[in-house]
């Protein structure tokens, strides 16, 4: 009882000294981690939307290949969030994300052998693959938040302000796909009434993007910008009547390269 005792009070100490030696991140620390933290975002969605069209192709193994590869990126940019942010109060919000990462890992993985052995998808399964995708990346979105609260700059806001624009792309791709690559009523989901429809999105993310070309100064970030637009007039009509006709190739194809333009359009 004794050597219990003594080892919570010598943790209680190492916590207090690393909360006292805690340091606001400076702008550059601020804007790498951001930046980690949106990519596995992306990456998160990437892999539950591979999995979707993974599912629909008879195990198709160049989508598998893709689901690995997100996998794969999420699991690397993890460890640079945790070493980037090793020194600062935000560890425990890493460490809540990690957990998350690692129980939507384990059902993804779940349910690609499913499918891989028995040629359909367990629905049950696929739901719950759902939710853990969704709470990794609400984990992720509370990450970023805290980031971005403890440095005030207007390089952070505009990075958030791009990076959000991305995440909605992402974010529709993945539930035009769930819809789109299932005969029965596959959805991309939150439980409760908070869930926004495709159509609602997508008026919200037209609104963001001419934000972002109305601010932007920068010619050939502009330029990228406008190709971007240029891509979502071609798929917005899909994603407003996501009922009908379904084109889910266009809308991943489109998607993917409108998310490249807003990261490169950032990064100048």
């Known amino acids: 009882m004794q050597i219990r005792q003594i080892i919570h009070t010598a943790a209680a100490i190492a916590l207090s000294a690393m909360t006292l030696n805690v340091q606001a991140l400076e702008k550059d620390q601020a804007l790498g981690a951001m930046e980690k933290v949106y990519e596995a975002t992306i990456n998160s969605y990437y892999s539950i939307n591979g999995f979707y069209n993974f599912s629909a192709n008879q195990a198709d193994k160049e989508q598998q290949q893709e689901v690995q590869f997100a996998v794969g990126s999420v699991e690397d940019l993890m460890i640079d969030i945790a070493g980037a942010l090793s020194d600062s109060d935000l560890i425990s919000q890493v460490d809540a994300a990690r957990d998350a990462w690692l129980t939507y890992e384990d059902s993804l993985s779940e349910n690609i052998e499913v499918v891989n052995d028995t040629g359909y998808t367990d629905l049950r399964l696929v739901g719950e693959l759902a939710n853990y995708n969704i709470s990794f990346n609400d984990a992720l979105n509370i990450l970023y938040k805290s980031i971005a609260e403890q440095t005030a700059s207007d390089d952070v806001s505009k990075e958030n302000e791009s990076h959000n624009a991305a995440k909605m ?82 809308v991943n194809l489109y998607s993917k390269k409108i998310i490249e333009n807003l990261q490169l359009a950032s990064r100048i």
């Open 169 to 250: 792309v992402a974010l529709m791709m993945t539930k035009y796909s769930a819809r789109s690559t299932s005969t029965v009523s596959q959805v991309y989901s939150r439980e409760d009434e908070s869930d926004i429809t495709l159509d609602v999105l997508a008026k919200d993310f037209d609104g963001t993007l001419n934000g972002l070309l109305s601010e932007q100064g920068n010619p050939e970030a502009a330029k990228l910008l406008d190709s971007a637009k240029t891509k979502w007039e071609f798929i917005q009509p899909s994603l407003v009547n996501y009922n009908e006709n379904r084109v889910n190739f266009i």
